[in-house]
């Protein structure tokens, strides 16, 4: 690294990030950031604090068969090796103990998408009820700064086997802690894997990241610090939550359980502040739950941060249309869909709709098909308020 701390942003990333996203699920999916620009049970009112020394501790409350976990090899990246039997997956067993120095800008750089796409042929119209295809709709960039102009949204970032990878994700309303909120709302896929696997690793959610929308050329052309991409901090999930539906069933291939992919992560700031996530930024989105039906929900908007071609994951944009109904399986609730060109690296990006006169969070980005001509979502029902009261405490 240069004397002057800052780090040159390797150009081959854009096009190594380019190629994951044919992959598979998503297309607004979790992205990776070699293109990005840089991708449990405490008590509720327990102050976490940073670990001193980069000294990492289990959280209290962890079964019995966790507590002999190598964190030293957690940290080095050890975990990956471990055997299928041993991933964490069950819903109770998230951990994510802060490791102060591993999400340095370099990291950023080279976070990568988990298989994030549906290919169209998967989707039966005959399932369900599905509505045609929507037209698609040019995603529009977000006014800067996003302190200003969409001050919840943010930027996840997370450790798996492959790599670094990255998502968007909310700063969501808790009716617990008014006024004083530490839930993100994001992708069940974000969080976990599903039925082939675990809890990711290393969650971190940054919130109005690349706040002034600088391009990827620009931050390069600037050597820019993580200081300057994250101004207003890096925060660390202490506790996530998704669907036991999207633990079951979740597939990263054909939308397999994206009517469940729905997550609530509760963080703390890596500097061990006492300040609340809501609190640094100044807002938090009430969140919808048993929204109505899709022909009367009204517009929606998607926002997240796209980063496949030809986005390069450093700026924020968003989509606005009516939505239409998308059934994965007849058996299934159906899914919310707009038309929208956001690409990988927006999974997780919150859909907001008016309500009583003000914006509040419907779905997330779930799948979308590989030409990025739309986006579907979750409706929020029964199943994703129980995963946000578990998180809550509400």
Request: aromatic letters at 8%.
């Amino acid at each position: 690294m240069p004397a002057n701390g800052k780090r040159r942003i390797p150009r081959n990333a854009l096009a190594a990030a380019a190629l994951a996203v044919t992959l598979a699920l998503t297309a607004g999916a979790c992205e990776d950031g070699e293109s990005d620009v840089g991708a449990d049970d405490k008590q509720q009112e327990q102050q976490s604090q940073a670990p001193e020394n980069d000294e990492l501790k289990l959280p209290d409350g962890l079964p019995d068969s966790l507590k002999d976990l190598d964190l030293d090899k957690w940290r080095d990246g050890g975990w990956q090796e471990w055997a299928e039997e041993d991933w964490l997956r069950d819903a109770r067993e998230f951990i994510n103990p802060i490791i102060e120095d591993l999400w340095d800008a370099d990291r950023m750089w080279d976070a990568e998408q988990p298989p994030a796409r549906i290919d169209e042929n998967d989707v039966s119209e005959d399932q369900g009820v599905t509505d045609p295809e929507p037209q698609p709709v040019e995603a529009a960039e977000a006014a800067t700064p996003y302190t200003e102009s969409n001050p919840a949204s943010g930027k996840i970032f997370f450790d798996t086997p492959e790599g670094p990878m990255v998502c968007s994700g909310t700063v969501v309303a808790d009716p617990a802690n008014p006024g004083k909120s530490n839930l993100v709302a994001t992708a069940g896929h974000c969080v976990h894997k599903g039925a082939d696997g675990g809890w990711w690793r290393n969650i971190i959610f940054v919130p109005s990241f690349n706040p002034e929308g600088k391009t990827l050329a620009e931050l390069e052309a600037e050597q820019a610090t993580e200081a300057e991409i994250a101004p207003q901090g890096t925060f660390w999930a202490e506790e996530a939550r998704t669907t036991d539906e999207w633990i079951s069933q979740g597939k990263t291939q054909g939308g397999v359980g994206a009517p469940y992919d729905f997550a609530v992560m509760k963080v703390q700031p890596k500097d061990g502040g006492s300040e609340s996530l809501e609190e640094t930024v100044g807002a938090a989105v009430p969140v919808w739950f048993d929204a109505p039906a899709v022909q009367d929900v009204g517009d929606v908007t998607a926002t997240g941060y796209p980063q496949a071609a030809p986005y390069d994951g450093a700026r924020m944009y968003s989509c606005t249309d009516a939505p239409g109904r998308l059934s994965i399986q007849a058996a299934q609730p159906t899914m919310y869909r707009i038309g929208c060109t956001m690409t990988a690296g927006s999974s997780g990006g919150g859909w907001t709709a008016t309500n009583d006169g003000e914006e509040q969070l419907v779905s997330v980005t779930s799948i979308g098909p590989l030409q990025a001509t739309w986006l579907a979502g979750p409706r929020l029902d029964k199943e994703a308020e129980e995963v946000f009261n578990q998180v809550s405490g509400g």
